[in-house]
């Protein structure tokens, strides 16, 4: 087993967060730059208008307040276990879901909050992030239910319901 020195131990730590800071900064970049069913022109026309600043002002609050959301959950989710402040859970989820953007359908983002905490309590995280993310899928599907329901499509969603219960038992 190699030895480092705490101060270069460290710097290696603070230069692997920055490169991968870095490499996401650069992988959004290259997502929406190489991204040929965006129109840039059009978005800049419409950005222009003042109708359009305040729609997309609305969605920069509404995504900040998301995740706002989310980091108040987090904290609350692990708060009879580990004390975390609001700074540590901001930072927690952020690194996770940085560690999301790379892996498919974001797997990373429970092994991301998991490298938060000690390796014995590795499990326990990912199963909390389990819990956590099934909770809020579960609450997704009975309020958009709800909401199908609302707006006319009830009988469809029966079906759609009823079969995938089918497909669920034959699995």
Request: overall charge positive.
């Amino acid at each position: 087993m190699i030895l480092i020195p705490h101060k270069a131990k460290q710097f290696l730590i603070l230069l692997i967060k920055l490169s991968i800071v870095g490499g996401a900064f650069y992988f959004i970049y290259n997502q929406l730059a190489n991204n040929d069913q965006l129109d840039w022109e059009k978005f800049i026309i419409l950005f222009k208008k003042n109708q359009s600043f305040a729609g997309i002002s609305l969605i920069l609050l509404l995504s900040v307040l998301n995740r706002f959301f989310e980091i108040l959950k987090w904290q609350n989710l692990v708060f009879p276990r580990y004390k975390t402040s609001l700074s540590e859970a901001t930072q927690q989820v952020l690194g996770a879901l940085t560690a999301g953007l790379f892996t498919p359908n974001g797997v990373g983002e429970y092994a991301g909050k998991a490298l938060f905490f000690k390796k014995s309590e590795a499990k326990k995280i990912v199963f909390l992030n389990l819990i956590c993310n099934g909770i809020q899928m579960i609450l997704s599907v009975v309020f958009g239910t709800i909401g199908l329901w609302f707006l006319g499509y009830g009988l469809w969603v029966f079906y759609f319901q009823l079969s995938a219960f089918g497909f669920w038992l034959l699995a």
